[in-house]
């Protein structure tokens, strides 16, 4: 469709795009369920005033935390939701692999 797109966030926020979350059962993988409290991302790109974390870090942080990106390319997947831009300060622990 498009090219890449390419966002740089102001300030302390960060541009993060959440795992898709999926539970598998045998050989059925079954829906995302809407209670989830928590999400794993992955930093896609910084603002310059983000200290602690890197353009490819993964993180924990609340399923309501940033403001959702609406991207047109994503829409006709269902995959709109997972791009969000958060505030250094949401994030709630960085996860070591």
Not at 44 to 72: C, M, Q, W
Request: glycine share 8%; no cysteine; hydrophobic share 45%.
């Amino acid at each position: 469709m498009t090219a890449e797109l390419k966002l740089v966030p102001w300030g302390d926020r960060l541009y993060v795009v959440l795992d898709e979350m999926k539970d598998a059962v045998g050989s059925i993988i079954l829906p995302e369920k809407h209670s989830e409290r928590t999400r794993i991302a992955t930093v896609k790109a910084i603002g310059e005033k983000v200290g602690n974390f890197t353009v490819g870090d993964r993180i924990l942080i609340s399923y309501y935390t940033g403001v959702f990106v609406h991207l047109p390319d994503l829409a006709f997947r269902g995959k709109e939701d997972l791009h969000r831009i958060i505030r250094e300060d949401e994030i709630l622990a960085k996860i070591l692999e």
